[in-house]
């Protein structure tokens, strides 16, 4: 009797084991699920970026607002001052994306949840697997031996050559503009229930995350994904930061009307 009742017990404690351990799965598997679809249920803001040898060249804000149904947009320089004698681009190092963020989060006085920065390889990649870009080309570049100017179908090997032409004169030349006008460019172009798995499918590409760098999970890229496929539906907003630019004899600097606000430049 003492020995089934050992038994007994043995089983039981191991069905309960076992019971434990398929609901904690269930339950983790629900929680990353909420985790994944939290962006999407309320505003959050994400980083954009694009880095060429380990440099960044461009820098943006997007603003998801479900509730309004609005994204909006605001380039970031990446010439801002952010000290008496460094610049935004400077703070990029290693891969160290937070001391950027801390930044960027006191220049529009608000959280940034997440951030995906993308080299340049990786946008010839994207732009090449999803589908060209028509986009106003604001500087002259050449590409292949042809000049890029106005108007222009983009493929991602062109648009790789516009972010990395050597050839600009950077007193007049704004890189996070034409970067965040390059993706806006790209979303209207792409953001459709059609390329919307082409996106997905270059986003999980190994090239393409080995090539970005990106504190969004899978799910959450599926995620925000699926909320640009009604791009045409949802309302824009393109703000800016208030400041002025400096021209010295070998380069340009903006300067921020304040280094540190309160005020969320998308309220």
Not at 90 to 111: F, R, S, W
Not at 174 to 187: D, E, I, R, V
Request: charge should be neutral; aromatic fraction near 10%; charged fraction near 20%.
């Amino acid at each position: 009797m003492k020995i089934k009742t050992q038994l007994f017990l043995k089983s039981f404690l191991l069905s309960f084991l076992l019971f434990a351990l398929i609901s904690s799965i269930i339950i983790a598997s629900a929680y990353i699920e909420m985790v994944s679809l939290k962006p999407l249920e309320k505003e959050s803001n994400i980083l954009i970026g694009i880095i060429h040898e380990d440099q960044v060249i461009s820098l943006a804000v997007l603003n998801f607002n479900p509730e309004k149904r609005e994204i909006a947009f605001v380039p970031i320089p990446d010439n801002t001052l952010v000290s008496e004698n460094t610049i935004l681009q400077d703070l990029y190092q290693n891969g160290n994306v937070k001391t950027i963020v801390g930044k960027v989060e006191n220049l529009i006085g608000t959280n940034i949840n997440r951030y995906l920065l993308f080299s340049t390889e990786a946008i010839r990649e994207l732009t090449n697997n999803v589908g060209k870009v028509n986009y106003y080309i604001p500087y002259k570049f050449i590409h292949e031996g042809t000049e890029f100017s106005g108007q222009s179908n983009l493929s991602g090997d062109t648009a790789y050559s516009m972010f990395t032409y050597s050839g600009y004169n950077l007193k007049e030349v704004s890189m996070s503009n034409m970067a965040s006008s390059f993706l806006q460019s790209f979303l209207s172009n792409h953001a459709n229930g059609t390329n919307i798995a082409k996106i997905k499918n270059s986003l999980s590409s190994n090239t393409v995350l080995k090539a970005t760098n990106t504190n969004l999970t899978a799910e959450e890229i599926i995620a925000y994904c699926d909320y640009l496929a009604d791009y045409s539906s949802l309302s824009h907003r393109f703000l800016e930061l208030k400041g002025t630019t400096q021209t010295t004899s070998k380069s340009k600097y903006f300067t921020p009307d304040e280094l540190f606000t309160t005020k969320n430049i998308f309220k």
